[in-house]
Each structure stands twice: as structure tokens, then as C-alpha cells.
Antibody, heavy 118, light 111 residues
Framework: QITLKESGPTLVKPTQTLTLTCTFS??????????VGWIRQPPGQALEWLAL???????RYSPSLKSRLTITKDTSKNQVVLTMTNMDPVDTATYYC??????????WGQGTLVTVSS | QSVLTQPPSVSGAPGQRVTISCTGS?????????VHWYQQLPGTAPKLLIY???YRPSGVPDRFSGSKSGTSASLAISGLQAEDEADYYC???????????FGGGTKVTVL
């Protein structure tokens, strides 16, 4: 059974850097073809893909946010970390991590709501 | 504005069949990339509903079906039930953006 759980601050101030951790179980991020992605959803709005990291450390970012995002993995800890710099109130959203065995996201974390406010 | 276009809402009576369209372009659906569908019940995380255009993960009722043609895809829900009230999102890959794309979501209401 695959499980993922996001953790990190619930409140950040504008201009601060957000660091979110995805801790997972039930799969290995060193297995060929496997990836973990981050997706966010502002309140009442649609899903927005942010970043992906693959088993071979290949990384992909949303073009509109690429300059602000960094995704890394720690295979030994079964964790993926996303950092987003220069946070703004428009970045208020629920942030999800998800398992990507091929081109779909077949298992999702419960999500963590991050509010950006001074 | 999402790269994949979905109708904001669809509705139907219990037992009816509804369809949700997902319109893309030559750099995503039209380029041959698979389309996937997710169901998001109120207050919960999205759940994979259809993958690879028309495959259902284990546990998904066969009332849900997917199709793809040209630059568009569709999700059909037959025998609509009250528990199907949710938001539905399509997802694909775009080779001009070099990344994952989602549709804007469709809210399904059971009348």
C-alpha cells in the first residue's frame, strides 16, 4: 500500500521561503521509472502542477514557477522536499505530493494548507 | 486559464449519463500523450479515476469510462449517483511546456 504525507509550515510570511516535505512509503524512489510530483490547489480553484523528480534525479518544473522552485529527494529517508522562494499571498493553497509510476498520479497525500500572510 | 479546457459544470439526474470534455491541442492530447482523470470529493485529495485514456484502477466502478480522439478526451459517468457529486480534472503532458498540465476542473452536480 502506497502512502504519502506532506508536512511543513501552515503559515508563512510574504517574501519567506516555503519548505515542504513529502514522506512516503510503499514504493522506492530508486525504482526505474518512478517519480514524485508536487501539485497545489488554491482555495476554490483548480489543480496546478509544480514540480516532478524521478528515480534518476531528473527534475522538471512548471515553467511559470521554475525560478522559485527546487525539488530534491532523499531516497534513504523516503522523502521528497520542495522549496518555493519569495512566497506571496497568491501562493496560499493546499499543497499535495503524489506518486507517479508512469504518466498519471496514482496515489496522493492528504495535502497541507499553506497560508501566506503577514 | 488552463491549457486543457473543461466545462465548469455539468449536471444530471440520478441514473442519467453525463459526459465531461477535455480539450487540448497538438502539443498535448493531439501529440498522443495519455489523458488521465481524477475525482475530487469535497474536502479530500484528488483520486485517480481513469488512466491511460480509458483504464480504470482497481476499485473504480465501471460506470466511469474514458475516451480520447484527436485533441480531445472525454469522461463519461453512466448511471449517475449522488456519491458522484465531485470535481473532476483531466491531466496530460505538454511537450511545448515540457511539463504536466491539468484541466480547469468540472463540477458534477446530481439533481
Amino acid at each position: 500500500q502506497i502512502t504519502l504525507k506532506e508536512s511543513g509550515p501552515t503559515l508563512v510570511k510574504p517574501t519567506q521561503t516555503l519548505t515542504l516535505t513529502c514522506t512516503f512509503s510503499g514504493f522506492s524512489l530508486s525504482a526505474s521509472g518512478v517519480g514524485v510530483g508536487w501539485i497545489r490547489q488554491p482555495p476554490g480553484q483548480a489543480l496546478e502542477w509544480l514540480a516532478l523528480i524521478y528515480w534518476d534525479d531528473d527534475k522538471r518544473y512548471s515553467p511559470s514557477l521554475k525560478s522559485r522552485l527546487t525539488i530534491t529527494k532523499d531516497t534513504s529517508k523516503n522523502q521528497v522536499v520542495l522549496t518555493m522562494t519569495n512566497m506571496d499571498p497568491v501562493d496560499t493553497a493546499t499543497y499535495y505530493c503524489a506518486h507517479r509510476p508512469s504518466s498519471s498520479f496514482d496515489s496522493w497525500g492528504q495535502g497541507t494548507l499553506v497560508t501566506v500572510s503577514s | 486559464q488552463s491549457v486543457l479546457t473543461q466545462p465548469p459544470s455539468v449536471s444530471g439526474a440520478p441514473g442519467q449519463r453525463v459526459t465531461i470534455s477535455c480539450t487540448g491541442s497538438s502539443s498535448n492530447i493531439g501529440a498522443g500523450y495519455d489523458v488521465h482523470w481524477y475525482q475530487q470529493l469535497p474536502g479530500t485529495a484528488p483520486k485517480l479515476l481513469i488512466y491511460g485514456n480509458n483504464y480504470r484502477p482497481s476499485g473504480v466502478p465501471d460506470r466511469f469510462s474514458g475516451s480520447k480522439s484527436g485533441t480531445s478526451a472525454s469522461l463519461a459517468i453512466s448511471g449517475l449517483q449522488a456519491e458522484d457529486e465531485a470535481d473532476y480534472y483531466c491531466q496530460a503532458y505538454d511537450n511545448s511546456l515540457n511539463g504536466v498540465i491539468f484541466g480547469g476542473g468540472t463540477k458534477v452536480t446530481v439533481l
